[in-house]
């Protein structure tokens, strides 16, 4: 039914439920105009670069297709080769460590460095195969020869090119350039490496020996509360190591 204005009618007023659902209406037929165009946008620029697209597509598949077969056909093989070629190197290695002649140990040793029966020593794994995991790993090997043959740098550049993450080899490493400093008779550089080894995994070998190399080392350079640091953390947190049976001297000596 029509509503006409008579004379001092007033124009009604909408409530402000039907104000609400107007501007809800009119928000909801913008967004979908808005979506709309923005569609209509898309599916311009897609047909208009759809060769560049479909191009870039092809080109992400063909490098994908390429890492897999490199993964499967020169990457896995050459990792394989590396290790295998290892295994005789790593014999000599560990016949050296458990040898009581020294002639003997070194002798090992240098057949473990440079090879010997035909086979790849510790040297050409790590030129020959360097990227492969046996090839990081002769880093360490090599370091370790180095630094039981005296040459301490040597034991300090290979040492640092060797990346390991593990429990046990890694820390050790770290451990072993600052025993390489030491000798070099720089201890502050030994120090900041006994500290790396220390934190580097918590276990209840390394890590003592570790901060117990760093306490007594910063005791001899005078800073004594550096060592009671690494002393207490001994006694607090690996009471059951080697390290920490005579610990509370160590402490008392750092007071």
Avoid: C
Avoid at 21 to 29: F, H, I, V
Avoid at 231 to 246: N, V
């Amino acid at each position: 039914m029509a509503t006409y204005k008579k004379k001092g009618y007033k124009k009604e007023k909408k409530s402000g439920d039907d104000l609400s659902y107007l501007t809800k209406e009119s928000t909801t037929a913008e967004v979908f105009t808005s979506l709309d165009e923005g569609a209509s946008k898309l599916e311009k620029f897609l047909e208009k670069n759809q060769k560049w697209i479909f191009a870039g597509l092809a080109a992400v598949i063909v490098l994908v297709a390429g890492y897999m077969w490199y993964d499967q056909n020169v990457k896995m093989p050459h990792e394989k080769e590396a290790i295998n070629n290892m295994s005789k190197a790593q014999e000599y290695f560990d016949k050296a460590l458990n040898e009581t002649d020294e002639k003997l140990m070194a002798e090992d040793f240098q057949k473990a460095l440079e090879g010997a029966d035909g086979k790849y020593g510790f040297l050409q794994i790590n030129e020959k195969f360097s990227g492969t995991k046996a090839g990081n790993l002769s880093n360490y090997y090599i370091g370790v020869i180095y630094y039981k043959n005296g040459d301490y740098k040597k034991a300090v550049e290979y040492l640092s090119e060797f990346k390991g993450d593990d429990d046990i080899i890694a820390p050790t490493a770290k451990g072993l350039i600052g025993d390489a400093f030491v000798e070099l008779e720089q201890p502050e550089d030994a120090l900041q490496y006994y500290e790396k080894a220390a934190r580097m995994s918590d276990n209840e070998f390394t890590a003592p020996l570790y901060y117990f190399k760093a306490g007594k080392l910063a005791l001899d350079l005078g800073n004594k509360a550096k060592a009671k640091k690494y002393f207490e953390t001994i006694k607090e947190k690996y009471p059951k190591s080697k390290e920490a049976k005579d610990i509370d001297i160590f402490i008392t000596q750092a007071e």
